[in-house]
């Protein structure tokens, strides 16, 4: 009966969101109370937009590289050649997971230079293990009588994985990839203490001249962002997971 | 046909089949049955290679099965099995047309084939086609599941326990479209059950399975009569002999000349069903009738009682 109020919500959350990005001026005597007189209360040091479009740019390059990884990774190791790679993988990924992002920036810097490129490295390897890990789980738990079928069917080997596997799986993926999103959403601000432009720029410098508004704003984009993406992919899943039979009811 | 060659399948030593041979002629349903554990299912599962044998060779219509790849193989024998196994993000159209889209047939002829099977199996191929499995009931599950399985045409048809999900009333009305289709397509079937009512009902011949080993492949009626082993009399039942007997046939197959009183029994109907008819109706005969409706003849309770007796 109330089913529409949170997509009210997202709606309004979506429109804020545009507002304070296109024109953050409007929002100027929001802010003005948290900062010390003539300290500014919007960000002033770069377009609050391109910063947002950059930051997204970073996580959406990061996570499509973790689940082209991730996603071929668990592939391999539940094809039967593979079965005994699954061990391995799993540490692999299991050690990008636990391997603090600062330290992959600190260590990533003296190779590639500041800027992007080791922030990208550390969103990387953090988002790998929600992906390996759903990817695997969406694999291994198909309903046996539907894989006998494909196979009694006479489907490949490719045919099954490509044809009934993946499709079936896709809502589990979908899943581990939105939390890898969420992740790494806001894992990608720390990658503004190496210049790399993200909205974590705003907050760094927020607390670098004791700006409360500053902080309160980069963290709330980065925030809204985070919400409104993992409510996206919720979404799909659910379109999937129908589509797919495995729940009748979203 | 299907020669089945001394056939062995071990795992680890442990064997699950134990040099089985037998011939199934072709246009015949033969029954597979015994306990769990019995080796029936890898026996058939054999048949369309998804499992290797050990040692031992199958033969369809003179041609090795090891001849082409697996899948090839697959592709030209149908498979249903409990459960159904329908692909849950595909439609019914589309669940039906898994084989003949994987053998490149064009859209023309998948489309006419999946309308024809549908109607087939009594399904409106307007309402159902595009309908997804889970919106079916259970029974209407099994039956796409056996179209998908004979949609390719296949000579022969494998099944795993296809009815063993359903329901009594359902699973009674799923044998019969089964023997009717067999009727009309000429396909070979292969089934697998414990159900030795079900083995009756449906099959031509009979193979008894038991730790591995195939005890004994006949008629229904030899098994009644002569059953090979302890282990094949306990599974037919001592007290259900006369009415195994009686359940192979048909009251077409009793009739006898002269007239009765009372309710026309149908010609399809099993003799066993005949006898509780008669016994039910206090009645010692009852006419027999066609299907178009004209009265072929009688049944008697003295006919259908020689008929359960001990074969001489």
Redesign the interface.
Known sequence: MRAWIPNILRAALLAFLIAFLVSPDLFDPLLKPLVQDNAPAIYNQGSLLTLTLLHLRTVAIATTGAVLVAVTLAILVTRSFGAEFLPLSRSLVNVGQTFPPVAVLALAVPILGFGEKPTLVALFLYGLLPIFENTLTGLTTLPPAVMEAARGSGMTDRQRLFKVELPLAMPVILAGIRLSVVISLATATIGSTVAAKTLGEVIIAGLQSNNIAFVLQGGLIVGALAVLIYDGFSAIERVLARRAGLSARG | MIEIDGITKRYDGNTVVNNVSMTIEPRTVTVIVGTSGSGKTTLLRMI?R?VEPTSGAIRLDGEDNRAMPG??????IG?A?????????RTVAQNIA??PT?LGWDQARIDAKVAELLTLFQLDPIVFSAR???ELSGGQQQRV?VA??LAAEPNVL?MDEPFGALDPIIRAKAQADLLAIQRLLGTTIVLVTHDMDEAFHLAHKIAVMDKGALVQYGKPAELVKDPATEFVQTLIGASERPFRLLSIKTAGDAVEPGAADGKPLAETMSQRDALSELLWTGRSALPVAAADGTILGRVTLEGLSRRAAKPQ
């Open positions: 369309n998804l899948f090839e193989l697959r592709r030209r498979y099995i409990q459960g159904h196994g329908l692909f849950p993000h898994t084989v994987l997804c499995p889970h599941g998908r399985a494998l």
